[in-house]
């Protein structure tokens, strides 16, 4: 097994920084090319395990290729067995920072720098909590972030589930589970939605939704799972419990980039611009993102697989040119 002070001496093709699905096929790819990357998974980085936001939930339905579905840790770990499997040198350190002035680039870990011609940068968005009593109890046991990726389990069907949140991300989210749930509740702290108008007349005009101004959650509530909800309305400050089975985040999420110093350019929330669409290119040679850090749209992981290939393909493109 390679130690990892016997990298530092070296200059690498690739170094990959995370390790959800966007980083293992960004490795997978490089890796079949005989590139020989190095990643560098993350040690509890931005407060989840390597394997990135699929590490926190349950099931998994709407990846290609498990007609039964698949645990989103499990479907990480196979991703990682097949990344060694082929050649990729894994190490669980979180990056510090990545000094880009000159090439090939430097990775700091703590007292350790390692050099690469290419970096792809596949640190993915954390879903923003809201930090509630009985969060972290029911976090993946009723709670989510993610209506696409749990709101047709059959524990949401039929059910009265509730969205968190004002903006067009909240709306999308509370109008997706209307298809599944027997009554939204989109729970909203002032007397007005941020979202586009076309989402607000959407969501105001489904049967299914009902908007609860001024209010807030105080305490999720259940025994093995989500049971009940206690809330606040801010404006007369009273209190009361709601019986559901369901509570999902759409309050955005954050882009794990601190640690680039503003060397990538990014979008005002954080998000690292590319190039062009269909190009995972930044605007440093040689440096490509891909998956949840640079795409606030999709944020699934069958599009963060595809934005790995394609940062891949795009680093040994770029590799290629300089021979």
Known sequence: MTKLDELQN???NVIIVGSGPAGHTAAIYTARACLNPIMFEGEMAAGVAAGGQLTTTTEVENFPGFPTGISGPELMMNMRQQSENCGTKIFTKTVDKIDFDSHPYTVHIKEKQFKA???IIATGAT???LGIDGEKTF???GISACAVCDGALPMFRDQHLVVIGGGDT???EANFLSKYASKVSLLVRRDELRASKVMQER????EKIEICWNTEAQEAIGDTTLKQLRVLNNKTNTESVIDIRGLFYGIGHEPNTNFLNESITTDDTGYIVVKEPGSTQTNLEGVFACGDVQDKLYRQAITAAGSGCMAAMDAEHYLSSLS
């Open 10 to 12: 070296d200059i690498h």
């Open 170 to 172: 909240a709306c999308e």
């Open 203 to 206: 969501t105001q005009n489904n």
């Open 117 to 119: 011609k290419t970096i």
């Open 139 to 141: 976090w993946q046991k």
């Open 127 to 129: 879903a923003k909590r």
